[in-house]
């Protein structure tokens, strides 16, 4: 905490709260409003409860934030080692909201040295590197090479690559059973080709949301033409027809057209022609269905 | 009774040179037994480098009296694992098996473990689901390995497998009956094996040979016995040290015993904590009383030797040189459970303390591990400006290692780390692992990586070597990727080198008959040397692996085959090398039914480099630097030196992260007596307080390794707690005066930005032939033409390059003016099928090399077909003639006596019915607009009208202006037809923007061909390419930052 800086009583008092291990706690707030804080102050506080420091798991999204979090408790504990009874008392009382009793001062003093030879170290972690260490130490029970890596960044793009190169060939074969692959590549392949296609791929499998589920699938058509603003039964030829008559309507056209003759510049002409030709022309015909 | 003579050298003192003086003052025997000379006596010391240092200063000390050395014995100590030093030859069991053969047969043992699994009982995954704990060979190599380990540990601390089934509590067992199925292998087969083979266990051989020592020792006493510098880690050395320790005439000099603990500290080490009542089952024994620095010199004391730490004498200077340092590590490091005193001291005697203890200690904070090896480095090289100053950085971490002695190249001082290189990482390894990597399949990126190594000769010298693969890549692997294997690239050589032309890029043209030579002498070289090892050959099927890598040996020593008159003497690490596969070739690693470990061709390189990485090259005594040493932890525990850089001081390098491995957990591992992890915390943690004593001490640490946050050494967390932030700050500031250093080591001078470049070659330089592309880019970027036409210079292709939209556009020119030219006058019926049957000829090649290019091309061009034959035949309909490809080319006379020749290749001139001639574009890439055509940046269609207009095309002439015209394919539409014509608000006709672009020409020509003017580059920044190839070579990118702004008009 940024010395200085008065934190409200209200705040103080929410944050012990939350950081009273007693409590299942769910902390929502912005950045800066000392989240983080919280979490140490509930890791310290289980640690000042006589929680072996080996039984406790505190997962984070960010390796930065796990590094943070382990200093900043390694800091605060030896903070302590060295403070005088009174102002430890006080430093405690703070945290904890109750006088501590004195052999919990003694406690408190040990809980540094303690927390950091935590064996296998203080399990402050990424979710990442806490699943990544549960497979290493049971490979046999889940299955997986016992000193598997995890795929750097351009393996993972090399290998993804040979699949997608894997897709497009069994699309273009028209390999049977996979008819339905060679249609979605007839579709697609109008529209996308070369790097379009291969970024439109690779979002596809990045969000594995397309769903194989029909109704699943209808839901979420549903959902995006919800969000484009069209209606149940508006379709592609729908918006061309709004585009084109919504605005000036084609029973005007004929007349705009002899006013444009009327400059006798060749370039209104020709507009004047188009105009015509269009007017005219019969109702377009209703298109494909948009989504 | 007499009291067992039992020592202890104080950290921070030189150990070997103290040693040597009391063996040569008489302090160790007491003048015991009268008479006996040094001569008489026998030495331990944990290695034998450490025995031979010994030796010399013993020898230093005798003056020039020829002396006789006492008998000098290493105890083989070492971090894990095995010792190679173990007095092995002194045990009567039979002899231990070579190491490459245990691990490799466990290695087949895993293999058949898994292929052999029964699924039902054990594994719980779906059927068909493959068992991968195995994944791959090298998998298996690392399960032996760990496997080993355990074996190992088991042996070490004397322990029964039968303990294991036991030590299964059973509400794990059905979890556990998996692993315990697994470890069968070294408790049920393995016994068998080593018996069949009339060998023994190497950890078992040792504790035997160890205790035959000890036997040896109570039995018929000799001179002095003396044993220096073990912790006593290993049980066996333990009771080794103790049987030296209870005869009359032996004595034991212990590294570091900590006589500065309080009694309290001292008892909380170990004894305390494994009687204490507040042990939880799932969390072990307190696990902090192993990682306490003076764990195993405390267990060795009152367990093996049964002496009170106040028994133990001091050897050294009576000065109290070091004791505030000593008293300040003790204190810092003192057991957990009594860190409660720290707050007993007052803060200003704790300050007194920190100031006098830790006077002369320097803490490096560095942000990453760059700026701490340049830190480092600095810090040694300061030492070496004081004559006669020794400086030694002391670390775990072997990348550290590798940087700060690459960093130390600054000035020329070259050190190794003695704490040695792994073969896999030494240049023959390497090499090695490049050869089966390149076996494989010979890609062309992996035959020029192995060819790029310098050991690879074939028989060559080097310099030929290097030649022929120069003219082989030029030849053969740049560009369109040749068909796989050396077989393949063989025809690609020979293909190419038949059509040579002038359209081939102008490095390949530039390429001698003797270059072309070479190169195939160096395929067929290469063929011969992967004969028997080559993954094309081999591919299908399960393979010996172990087998082969004969086969690779063999095509190694083809690949460093010296040339005839020039033989050469094998290094060190290739030395190794061949030992290594020597010992592959002399492993019996199969079963009675012969087999071996087995894997498939592409598994092997990872198999080979998992056996080349577990072995250590010792450094070379030469390399090493006199004064300057950088060492691992092992080699700097008799460390004697002016300055210490400690390095690495980070959670999970120094100390190293405690992991149980994945046979047992650490409740597990307790319950059997096995020492947990923590127990090398424990002796880095005594590392650390050894090297830490030095009075002239620098630490370092970084906050970020491989971009991670680090959390900082617990040893170092420690120290900042006890001594507060002032004394702490002060520490900092002491090191960050080397950062400091360094960043101004690496702070460059400041360098004016170049001018756009505008080169004057002359005019006698600029080319009298362009075509007219070459002319728009004379227009857009002249530097370009400088550097193409005058310099003759050309970029390399990229190394087998997949097809790219540019070759695309290729196959589909082609294609087209196939079909145009089959029949020039009349279309026939079947157009559509003749025009097909053009498109599968033309995309087959990329449809066997790359169908999943070929998925996406070929339906385009399907879609293309049908729109562009419609084009077709409406073109045709008042078409007389066409005609493909037609080359032009006019020349003018620009100044007196000079011409200058304009070419240019249309890709259909049409011949009307009226009479009128049309020129036709087919652009698969971006069509420029009327505008940018008007402008005169796009000047090819108005130039190609040029020429016609001039009669330089065969195909037709005409003096009128010709329609022109863009076919524009892909997108969308398929096919889109453009004419060029004048933009709007241009009042010019045509003929008028043809005549402009002819006389621009020529004024541009006398420019550059008369009065010389300097080519400069992209002088119109928004009309360049966004990326042309000699943008390097000008500096765009510096000059365009400077602001330099553009001047001039286009044509």
Redesign the interface.
């Known amino acids: 905490v940024t010395s200085g800086l008065v934190v409200p009583f209200a705040t103080a008092r929410d944050q012990r709260r939350a950081a009273d291990p007693a409590a299942s706690a769910w902390v929502s707030a912005n950045a800066g409003s000392g989240k983080t804080k919280v979490l140490t102050d509930r890791v310290i506080r289980l640690l000042l409860a006589g929680t072996?420091p080996?039984?406790i798991l505190c997962l984070t999204f960010t390796?930065?934030a796990?590094?943070?979090m382990?200093?900043r408790v390694?800091e605060q504990?030896?903070?302590w080692?060295?403070?005088?009874?009174l102002k430890?008392g006080e430093t405690l009382a703070e945290l904890t909201g109750e006088r501590p009793a004195p052999a919990l001062l003694?406690?408190a003093?040990?809980l540094?040295?303690?927390a950091?030879?935590?064996?296998?170290?203080l399990k402050l972690e990424t979710i990442h590197a806490f699943c990544e260490r549960v497979l290493?130490?049971?490979?046999?029970?889940a299955?997986?090479?016992?000193?598997?890596a995890v795929l750097d960044e351009s393996k993972t793009d090399e290998l993804l690559a040979l699949a997608?190169?894997?897709v497009?060939?069994e699309?273009?074969?028209g390999a049977p059973g996979r008819e339905d692959l060679t249609a979605a590549?007839?579709v697609v392949?109008?529209?996308a080709?070369?790097d379009t296609?291969t970024g439109l791929l690779d979002a596809a499998v990045r969000h594995e949301g397309v769903p194989s589920d029909p109704d699943e699938l209808r839901l979420r058509i549903a959902r995006l033409r919800y969000a484009l603003g069209l209606a149940a039964d508006e379709e592609a030829g729908d918006i061309r027809r709004a585009m084109l008559e919504d605005g000036i309507r084609p029973a005007e056209w004929p007349e705009i057209a002899r006013e444009l003759r009327r400059t006798r510049s060749s370039t209104d002409a020709k507009r004047a022609d188009a105009l015509d030709a269009a007017a005219s022309a019969g109702r377009p015909t209703r298109g494909s269905r948009l989504i | 009774v007499q009291q067992a003579r039992v020592f202890t050298i104080p950290p921070g003192l030189p150990f070997l040179p103290i040693l040597a003086d009391a063996l040569t003052g008489g302090e160790l025997s007491d003048g015991w037994p009268a008479g006996s000379s040094l001569a008489d006596s026998t030495i331990y010391l944990p290695t034998r480098r450490a025995g031979r240092a010994l030796a010399h200063l013993l020898a230093e000390r005798s003056g020039r009296r020829a002396i006789l050395l006492p008998r000098i014995l290493p105890l083989g100590e070492v971090d894990e694992g095995l010792a190679t030093d173990a007095p092995s030859e002194r045990s009567e069991l039979p002899p231990a098996i070579p190491p490459l053969e245990r691990r490799l047969i466990l290695t087949r043992l895993v293999q058949r473990w898994a292929a052999e699994i029964d699924r039902d009982r054990l594994?719980?995954?779906a059927p068909g689901?493959p068992?991968?704990?195995?994944?791959?060979p090298a998998?298996a190599v690392?399960?032996a390995g760990?496997l080993e380990a355990l074996m190992d540990a088991l042996a070490t601390e004397n322990v029964d497998w039968s303990a294991l089934e036991d030590a299964v509590e059973i509400d794990l067992s059905r979890?556990f009956r998996?692993?315990l199925d697994?470890v069968r292998i070294a408790h049920e087969h393995w016994p068998a094996i080593l018996a069949e083979r009339g060998a023994s266990d190497p950890a078992r051989r040792r504790n035997a040979a160890l205790d035959a020592e000890a036997a040896r020792i109570a039995e018929a006493p000799g001179g002095l016995i003396v044993a220096a510098g073990s912790t006593g880690s290993i049980p066996s050395t333990a009771r080794l040290l103790a049987a030296i320790a209870g005869q009359p005439n032996g004595a034991v000099v212990l590294p570091g015993l900590d006589l500065d603990l309080d009694e309290r500290g001292w008892r909380a080490i170990g004894g305390a904590a494994a009687t204490s009542s507040r042990r939880?089952p799932?969390?072990?024994l307190d696990?902090?009383v192993y990682?306490h620095p003076q764990f195993l010199l405390k267990q060795l004391l009152e367990r093996y030797l049964g002496l009170e730490r106040g028994q133990v004498r001091v050897l050294g200077p009576s000065e109290k040189a070091g004791t505030e340092r000593r008293r300040l590590l003790s204190d810092i490091l003192r057991?957990?459970?009594?860190?409660?005193s720290?707050?007993d001291t007052s803060?200003f005697e704790?300050l007194v303390l920190a100031r006098a203890g830790g006077d002369g200690i320097a803490i490096i904070e560095a942000a990453d591990e760059r700026e701490e090896a340049l830190a480092i480095a600095v810090a040694l090289r300061e030492t070496l400006a004081e004559p006669g100053r020794r400086a030694a950085l002391v670390t775990p971490d072997r990348n550290l290692a590798r940087r700060v002695a690459a960093e130390l190249g600054r000035w020329g001082v070259q050190v190794e780390d003695t704490a040695g290189l792994s073969l896999a990482d030494s240049p023959a390894g390497r090499l090695a692992r490049l050869a089966a990597e390149a076996a494989i399949d010979f890609q062309p990126a992996a035959i020029l990586a192995l060819l790029a190594h310098p050991l690879v000769t074939l028989g060559w010298p080097r310099a030929q070597t290097e030649r022929a693969t120069a003219a082989l890549e030029i030849a053969a692997l740049r560009g369109p990727a040749p068909r796989p294997g050396l077989a393949g690239l063989a025809t690609a050589l020979a293909v190419r080198r038949d059509a040579r032309s002038g359209r081939d890029p102008l490095p390949r043209r530039r390429l001698a008959d003797e270059d072309w030579d070479l190169a195939a002498e160096l395929l067929d070289r290469l063929a011969r040397a992967f004969a028997f090892f080559s993954g094309r050959e081999l591919d299908d099927g399960v393979l010996d692996l172990v087998a082969l890598a004969g086969c690779h040996g063999h095509a190694l020593n083809e690949l460093t085959a010296p040339a005839p008159d020039e033989p050469r003497e094998p290094s060190t690490d290739e030395r190794a090398l061949d030992a290594l596969f020597d010992e592959l070739a002399s492993a019996a690693v199969e079963d009675g039914l012969g087999r071996s470990v087995l894997g498939r061709f592409g598994e092997y390189p990872a198999f080979f480099a998992s056996l080349a990485r577990v072995r250590v090259l010792a450094p070379e005594p030469r390399a090493t630097h006199r004064r300057v040493k950088i060492l691992g932890l092992l080699e700097a525990r008799l460390l004697d030196t002016d300055r210490v850089v400690l390095g690495g001081l980070d959670?999970?390098i120094w100390p190293p992260?405690?992991?149980?491995d994945?046979f047992l957990?650490?409740p597990m591992r307790v319950k059997l007596g096995l020492t947990?992890p923590?127990r090398r915390i424990g002796q880095t943690a005594h590392d650390f307080v050894q090297a830490l004593a030095v009075p002239d001490a620098i630490v370092t640490r970084a906050q970020k390794r491989e971009g991670?946050?680090?959390?900082?050494s617990?040893f170092l967390?420690?120290m900042?707690?006890?001594v507060?932030d002032a004394a702490w700050s002060e520490m900092v500031a002491r090191g960050s005066r080397y950062c400091e250093l360094g960043a101004r080591l690496d702070h460059p001078a400041p360098v004016a930005a170049p001018k756009r470049p505008a080169p004057r070659p002359g005019a006698a330089r600029f080319p009298r032939r362009l075509s007219v592309t070459a002319i728009e880019t004379l227009v857009r970027d002249p530097y370009a033409i400088y550097a193409r036409h005058v310099l003759r210079l050309e970029p390399l292709d990229r190394i087998a390059v997949p097809p790219s939209?540019a070759d695309r556009g290729t196959i589909i020119h082609d294609i087209l003016a196939g079909f145009a030219s089959r029949h020039p006058d009349i279309l026939p019926p079947e157009a559509d099928q003749l025009l097909l049957q053009l498109g599968l000829d033309a995309f087959r090649p990329i449809e066997t090399a790359y169908?999943?290019l070929?998925?996406?091309w070929?339906?385009?061009f399907e879609?293309f077909m049908p729109v562009f034959l419609d084009w077709e035949r409406e073109r045709r309909r008042d078409a007389v003639a066409v005609h493909v490809e037609s080359p032009g080319r006019v020349e003018f006379e620009f100044a007196p006596g000079e011409t200058f020749a304009l070419t240019g290749r249309a890709d259909r001139i049409e011949v009307r019915a009226d009479g009128r001639v049309a020129i036709v574009d087919y652009k698969t890439g971006v069509v420029p607009t009327n505008k940018m055509v008007a402008v005169g940046f796009s000047p090819q269609m108005t130039l190609q009208a040029a020429i016609l207009m001039r009669g330089g095309f065969h195909a037709a002439a005409s003096p009128d202006p010709p329609e022109l015209l863009y076919l524009k394919i892909g997108g969308?539409e398929v096919a889109t037809e453009r004419a060029v014509e004048p933009p709007k608000g241009d009042a010019r006709s045509m003929a008028d923007i043809v005549a402009a672009h002819r006389d621009g020409l020529l004024d541009l020509v006398r420019q550059y061909g008369v009065d010389g003017a300097g080519y400069l580059s992209r002088p119109y920044p928004q009309y360049a390419r966004t990326y042309a190839p000699y943008d390097h070579l000008a500096r765009v990118k510096e000059w365009s930052l400077a602001g330099d702004a553009a001047e001039g008009a286009p044509l």
Request: aromatic residues 8%; proline residues 10%; glycine residues 10%.
């Open positions: 072996p080996s039984r390796k930065a796990a590094a943070n382990t200093i390694f504990l030896g903070r080692v060295t403070l005088d009874d430890l003694k406690a003093r040990r540094f040295a303690r950091i030879e935590t064996p296998g170290g290493h130490l049971v490979p046999f029970e299955n997986v090479p016992a000193r598997f997608r190169g894997r497009l060939i699309a273009a074969s590549m007839n392949g109008l529209d080709s070369g296609l | 594994l719980r995954i689901v068992f991968t704990v195995p994944g791959s998998d690392a399960l760990d979890y998996l692993t697994f939880r799932g969390d072990g696990p902090g990682g057991p957990a459970d009594t860190t409660d720290w707050a803060p704790r959670e999970t992260a405690a992991e149980t994945a957990n650490r947990p923590e991670k946050p680090t959390v900082p617990r967390e420690r900042r707690a006890f507060g939209s169908p999943e070929h998925a996406l070929w339906p385009a879609r969308k």
